[in-house]
């Protein structure tokens, strides 16, 4: 029998890392720059030339500073300064002119910052829209067996966690980081021309120091962020986990213990959290360490300057409004840079399930199922969960169009699993599952579920009114065909007798409905759906006497001119099927109908003389 491998990881393992980065980046620029969608592209060049002028804006700025100080002490100008263009402005609009000058360049550098936003506000929205999508479907996509594996809360944890990550790299990459960049480099030259190269030294050792300290404790921070994200998933699963078993919570009065298990997890991310906290401060003090440095080398080198006739008092302010203004995005530079880290750390766990490949897929060439009369067939199948322990051993079975199979066997024998293969949620590691003659694996997996109802053991159904429960058997379909399955299935005079009637909200799971009453929408729903073969996967075995009595007789009429395979632990629901299949141990031993095997006195005879045992003794 072959074995089986643990399902491929995909390319989240390349993700790792600098080079990692820079693939994440390349994989979110096509959201932003999106094929055949020029509405997004205008945006996007339109919101980049709002930044450019709202950067121009904003690097100007201190030159006006400095004139309106210059024109007010012009004795303080020094005699080479005296002319240019700035000053024959400032000589036609006068002290008054240069404020008001002043104010508006701020006034518009800020319009233009939000005009930007406002381009940019769909295209970013689009994208998240785009990725949540994506993120969504590939995990409907996934496999049962990945399902089974993942928590459901951490799962929703990383999508949620990785969409808001894009967001934030979208707009701060583009937007801060590098504008922030184009600043200081400005900035820099500005020192450069202006005044001279031991300016330009200093404010580029200030920024290179500071740039450098911010990423090397940023680095380590995001390491400490990554524990914390970790503690924080654990605590937030342990707390869905108890909230979704609140009902076995109760009936083993393990409310306190719930409780304390989530303090335990808080405990460690608060840990977590006071490291995070304690480096921040660690982070802001060294950084505000580095720009007082590099404020007073420049400031004493301005004021020297003014002493010596060099600068003007203007130029003295012009120098200090720079600093200032640089210091304002390099301190916003520790912010973004570590966000962007985090950002990037986020991304990589959903990038990484984006990447995580379905164990099941439709082959390239796979067509949609040509529905016939029903017919099923397992021929010599073999399959295994894990490697080392095998649950079906060259199963043959075999139900012809609109025969009642049904498989029965003790907890473990594999019953269960011929349903999911049916279903194709896992592929025969041996032999094959036929549709009407059709390989499962050679057809789309959409089309050969249309063709399959389920009426399972356990109906768990979505937290909305009973209707759209009903309803979901069949997309589109109307008021009047879900009340006429409604009817079949025997529900209808209790839907209409709640106050709300087929508005009624079920509750998470389908809590605020009994178990037969659960049973009776999974059949509604299964006749909605009107397909030509129907799984009955212990579909009473969870309901008491009378009331598995009562849906029997609506499964009936379900299973009417339909194949059906009815997977049963009590016995006595199967015995008018048309074929009764043992299972024991992965292997059929015994195959007839009811009558036939309880002559033969083997395996079936054994069972239902065990059963009927236990009823009378229950009785």
Known sequence: MRRISPPPRGAADTLAGAQGDYRIVARV??????KGEGWAKRRVVAALVMLALAKALTVMTPFLYKAVVDALAPDQVPAGEAAGGMAEFALLVGPIGLVVAYGMSRLMGAAFQQLRDVAFARVGQRALRGLARAAIGHVHALSMRYHIQRQTGALSRVIDRGVKAVDFLLRFLLFSLFPLFLELALVAIIFLVEFDWRYFAVVLAMIAGYVWFTFAVTEWRVKIRRIMNNEDQDAN?????SLLNFETVKYFGAEAREVTRYDRSMARYENAAVKTANSLAFLNGGQAAVIAVGLVAVMAMAAQGVRAGELSVGDFVMVNAFIIQITMPLGFLGTVYR?????LVDMQEMFGLLDQPPEVADKPDAGRLARGPGRIEFRDV??????DRPILKGVSIAAEGGETVAVVG?????????????????D???GAVLVDGQDVRDVTQVSLREAIGVVPQDTVLFNDTIGYNIGYGREGATRAEIEDAARAARIHGFVESLPKGYDTV???????LSGGEKQRVAIARAMLKNPSILVLDEATSALDTDTEREIQESLRRLGAGRTTLVVAHRLSTVIDADRIVV???????????HAELLERGGRYAQLWARQQEGEEAAV
């Open 237 to 241: 699963q342990k707390a869905v986990d």
């Open 382 to 387: 073999r399959f295994a969960y894990e490697p």
């Open 410 to 426: 003790a907890t473990g024998s594999g019953k269960s699993t011929l349903g999911r293969l049916l279903f194709r949620f896992y």
């Open 29 to 34: 620029a096509p959201w932003l720059w999106p």
């Open 339 to 343: 966000e962007i880290r985090q950002a």
């Open 506 to 512: 079920v509750g998470e799971r389908g809590l605020k």
């Open 583 to 593: 299972l024991e141990a992965g292997e059929v031993v015994e195959s007839g109908r």
């Open 428 to 430: 025969v590691q041996g």
